[in-house]
């Protein structure tokens, strides 16, 4: 079991901005949720690796340039829920494991999560309201894991490796290569009155069920069966489909014959999208927020088992969804 030593709320080590900020329709449907990743790190021969005072004054200095994730969830008085950039913090954990880096599974599991990254509970009173949250376990052989949870309310895979990678340079004390983040949520205003160009399945986050028998665990495809795959989806095609619906539609497929559902049921592939370099004109790469849509395709099982129909579900869904969602969210 983790041994929990020290947990604290590390804060802006200057003085930050201070006010509510304004969030998306695309961050409004992530409230509640928290991403988590994990990074291994092997024992080194210096002499201050993964000192714990050295990562939280430099995890300070970093808040100072991302000072949103210091701050806290609210809500406004039109009901939208903002982050109030007060600088309060984030929270960090420090632990240990009497366990080394060859006992650990490293497939992604319900284990590696509890293990490494930290959870709600831990933060208390504050937790509904947090933005970033960071464990550094030390292992017995020496290494470091370092979890972390951010918020996706303000946050998706890019923004996040910005931030983590941000404050690694600031630990090596290579500033240099810092470039600071952008916080201006205009981009992703939705149009005044909305244009709906066609229904988008949306179900709240609130009302999503987690299941406890979840099994997690990784596909590892070949190249030679990617190539088979899509040579097969690509047969006699004008435009080419693309590694990614080939892949996704053999998933699909499979998970119909798997849940052995009727013909006549209709079946939903739902899959997060990043749209950053997808919107006219594209976000720039210090963009800080929330750019995920949750692209949503539904069709028949009758139509998904179809070699052809399939094809054309799979254009679709990769054509007009992706482009689309961004138009059609409501202000």
Request: net charge positive.
């Amino acid at each position: 079991m983790v041994e929990v030593l020290e947990s604290c709320f590390v804060v802006p080590s200057d003085e930050t901005p201070k006010g509510r900020l304004w969030l998306s329709n695309l961050g409004q449907f992530a409230r509640g949720l928290f991403s988590g990743t994990v990074n291994f790190y092997k024992k080194t021969e210096a002499t201050s690796f993964f000192s714990v005072e050295v990562l939280k004054a430099s995890l300070a200095i970093a808040l100072v340039l991302f000072y949103p994730l210091a701050g806290r969830c609210t809500v406004g008085s039109d009901g939208r829920v903002e982050l109030d950039c007060n600088a309060k913090g984030c929270f960090f954990v420090r632990a240990q494991l009497e366990r080394t880096f060859d006992s650990i599974n490293f497939q992604p599991s319900q284990e590696l999560e509890q293990l490494f990254i930290p959870s709600t509970q831990m933060a208390g009173s504050e937790s509904p309201f947090l933005l970033l949250m960071i464990q550094a376990t030390y292992l017995k052989c020496g290494g470091v894991v370092l979890g972390f949870a951010v918020n996706h309310i303000i946050t998706d895979g890019q923004s996040s490796f910005h931030f983590i990678q941000t404050w690694a340079s600031i630990t090596r004390g290579d500033l240099s290569s810092i470039v600071p983040p952008s916080f201006d949520q205009t981009p992703l205003r939705a149009r005044s009155p909305p244009i709906v160009k066609f229904d988008l399945p949306y179900k709240d986050n609130a009302a999503r069920s987690t299941p406890t028998d979840r099994t997690t665990t990784k596909l590892r495809l070949s190249k030679e069966q990617v190539s088979s795959l899509k040579s097969r989806c690509n047969r006699g095609k004008v435009t080419k489909i693309s590694t990614f619906c080939s892949v996704a539609s053999l998933i699909w497929k499979c998970y119909c014959y798997a849940q052995n559902l009727g013909p006549d049921t209709t079946a939903h592939l739902t899959m997060p999208v990043d749209i950053h370099n997808r919107l006219q004109p594209q976000l720039p790469k210090t963009h800080f927020s929330n750019a995920i849509v949750q692209a949503s395709a539904q069709s028949k099982v009758s139509k998904i088992i179809h070699p052809v129909h399939f094809k054309l579900l799979l254009k679709v869904f990769k054509l007009q969804l992706i482009v689309s969602t961004m138009n059609t969210l409501g202000p």
